[in-house]
């Protein structure tokens, strides 16, 4: 699998490169009320709102400050385009599948384990990110704002 590396706290994260519309460096975002804690904001990418998903406080990590150093990776979710906002985008790379075993605790977010040179690599579940009513939550929320918007 070709998969994109980054890190969020001291964890390295893998996720399939088919899923990456792009990394772009961080952005300011506009506050969605009513939003799910983890949803820092919602910002115009390519002229279509995207909701950029901390994963800090979605992995129940202690949130940091916005910074310059952030970046967001732009993905295909499940239902809409999302900016999982990441302390670092690294690089690409090969994982061999073969190698990707089940996690020891099941976690909803994380689809495999491996071990790499540099040391364990989680394999993101893009499609667990969000569940069916967090879904449906942000599409109100969206929804919302938008009718708000002058």
């Not at 073969?98 to 976690?107: D, I, K, L, M, T």
């Not at 364990?120 to 918007?149: C, G, H, K």
């Amino acid at each position: 699998m070709h998969a994109l590396f980054f890190a969020v706290d001291e964890n390295r994260y893998a996720l399939p490169i088919e899923r990456l519309v792009e990394v772009v460096p961080r952005v300011l975002l506009s506050s969605l009320p009513g939003a799910a804690p983890f949803v820092e904001g919602v910002f115009s990418y390519r002229e279509s709102p995207c909701v950029a998903v901390s994963l800090r406080r979605r992995f129940g990590l202690r949130p940091m400050r916005p910074s310059i150093d952030e970046h967001f990776v732009v993905v295909h979710g499940r239902k809409r385009i999302l900016a999982l906002v990441v302390d670092r985008a690294e690089n690409d790379g090969i994982v061999d599948e073969s190698r990707v075993e089940a996690p020891a605790v099941s976690v909803r977010h994380v689809r495999g384990v491996v071990t790499l040179e540099g040391g364990i690599v989680l394999v993101q579940d893009v499609d667990a990110l969000l569940s069916d009513e967090e879904e449906a939550a942000l599409d109100a929320t969206l929804s919302a704002s938008v009718r708000r918007m002058p």
